[in-house]
Nanobody
Framework: QVQLVESGGELVQPGGSLRLSCVIS????????MGWYRQAPGKQRELVAW???????TYADSAKGRFTISRDIPKNAADLQMNSLKPEDTAIYYC??????????????WGQGTQVTVSS
């Protein structure tokens, strides 16, 4: 069974940096996209960044210039490097993967979430 394992969330001061990691475990045929979403208290889940199998990345306006998403293909992982963090970045961050479990079976998977808190 394919699962996602996220790590890297913690408490950090404003202006600091964090690196989130999402690793896919289990067997599958191919990855279409990997991405990171976040949900702050009382708000809807929103896209932060996503990256295609070919390495093309897309960012939310709030993430542009501060966050970088990258793929580690041999490890079936996607990392989110977050710099210049602000209190408004505080949220639960979720990894999302769109993949083919088999050539004919497409599936979207969510991770369990990792808490990022930006506070002094």
């Amino acid at each position: 069974q394919v699962q996602l394992v996220e790590s890297g969330g913690e408490l950090v001061q404003p202006g600091g940096s964090l690196r989130l990691s999402c690793v896919i475990s289990g067997e599958f045929y191919a990855i279409n996209t990997m991405g990171w979403y976040r949900q702050a208290p009382g708000k809807q889940r929103e896209l932060v960044a996503w990256i295609t199998g070919g390495g093309s990345a897309t960012y939310a306006d709030s993430a542009k210039g501060r966050f970088t998403i990258s793929r580690d293909i041999p490890k079936n992982a996607a990392d989110l490097q977050m710099n210049s963090l602000k209190p408004e970045d505080t949220a639960i961050y979720y990894c999302n993967v769109d993949l083919l479990e088999t050539m004919a079976s497409r599936r979207e998977i969510w991770g369990q979430g990792t808490q990022v808190t930006v506070s002094s």
